[in-house]
């Protein structure tokens, strides 16, 4: 039975994929294929009343959760649905540049690694298209050192392109030159 467990396990990760390809060597867009660039900062936040940010906090990884979301599928359910991870310290911005198949994707949710838990769901929708370069913005998820009741983070979507299209800009110049802004939004749920 352990053996089962393990190999489901394994199973699930092998069919993930790096949501980063920045350093990999881009082929160029065709009739199916888009990129997407964009990035992920988690941001410890620190609760009134401490005196100072726990010291480990820098040291902790959150691995987000993307799935492609087709029509018929939108919570990417479906054993075809392409899935990807991305991990990224806390405190530090991670940049992502995706060459995706055209359509919709999902980014689930978030948890910090090694720990069950800790991390939530952000049901944030963008659009890969084919030929384009999209920048679909930061997500900021802040997360108080101690949670005391109720939803322990808050994320938003901030506009940073300017900074992360410099960043990319090094390894990706064609890319940068052909980014335009459809910046990621909430998935809408219906109501019960």
């Keep these: 039975m352990i053996w089962a467990a393990i190999g489901i396990a394994m199973s699930l990760v092998a069919c993930s994929t790096s ?39 820098a040291d902790v990884t959150y691995e987000f959760d993307i799935v492609q979301s087709p029509p018929g599928d939108p919570d990417g359910e479906s054993p075809y649905a392409e899935r990807y991870h991305l991990e990224a310290k806390a405190g530090e911005e991670r940049i992502f540049v995706s060459r995706l198949r055209s359509g919709r994707y999902l980014v689930k949710t978030f948890s910090q690694t090694r720990f069950t838990g800790i991390g939530g769901e952000l049901d944030l929708m963008f659009d890969s298209m084919a030929g384009e370069v999209r920048y679909v913005g930061r997500i900021l998820v802040e997360i108080p050192q101690r949670v005391s009741r109720g939803k322990g983070y808050r994320f938003t979507i901030e506009n940073a392109r300017e900074s992360t299209l410099r960043q990319v800009s090094h390894d990706h110049p064609d890319l940068v030159q052909q980014a335009v802004d459809v910046p990621m939004q909430a998935r809408a749920r219906q109501e019960p």
């Design 19 to 57: 949501f980063d390809m920045s350093s990999e060597r881009l082929t160029p867009l065709g009739l199916e294929w888009g990129v997407v660039i964009g990035s992920v900062l988690v941001k410890p936040v620190k609760v009134a009343g401490e005196d100072d940010m726990r010291r480990d906090a």
